[in-house]
């Protein structure tokens, strides 16, 4: 297993993953992501902002990240921060824990960047997935409705997010 940045080569197996982490999140009544454009995905490549998880050649799990997330992180986005967005699995990979994976490589990530932070959110008030992300050793800081959605994607909006962050 690798982790590594995601090139351009990758975009079109990325656009899958989250289209397959979609059609799951429907199947279990979660808040739904929006569909991701080729465009979007290129501009985060391109940054640097997406990474995966590469097992036996194949894209077994990708990400986003950011180090400015203030429209839901709002005053709290000030604190020096890793902010990791849209984990999505392969189906054939799933029950791995990557998100424990994740968080291996974004201590060491963050470290480097001179962050005090790694920080996740999830739309909605998913229980499974408040209990998942406490169990990989993350803070869970409660759900609140977010003041400003006018510049986040729609399934933002209406919505409670939950906050997670964990010390670096």
Not at 2 to 10: F, L, M, Y
Not at 42 to 48: P, R
Request: glycine residues 2%.
């Amino acid at each position: 297993m690798t982790i590594e940045n995601s090139t351009a080569t990758d975009i079109f197996k990325i656009l899958e993953l989250y289209d397959h982490a979609i059609s799951y999140q429907s199947k279990m009544g979660a808040v739904q992501w929006p569909k991701f454009t080729k465009e979007d995905i290129k501009k985060e490549v391109d940054a640097a902002q997406q990474w995966k998880i590469v097992i036996d050649d194949q894209i077994a799990c990708v990400w986003m990240t950011t180090f400015n997330d203030p429209y839901i992180w709002e005053h709290k986005n000030r604190d020096p921060s890793v902010y990791i967005h849209r984990i999505a699995t392969h189906p054939t990979f799933r029950g791995q824990h990557f998100v424990k994976h994740i968080i291996d490589w974004a201590l060491t990530f963050a470290k480097k960047q001179q962050k005090s932070f790694i920080r996740m959110d999830t739309a909605g008030h998913n229980e499974k997935l408040i209990s998942y992300y406490t169990c990989c050793g993350f803070t869970f800081l409660g759900s609140e409705p977010l003041n400003d959605t006018a510049n986040l994607p729609d399934h933002y909006h209406n919505t409670p997010v939950c906050l997670f962050e964990m010390e670096v």
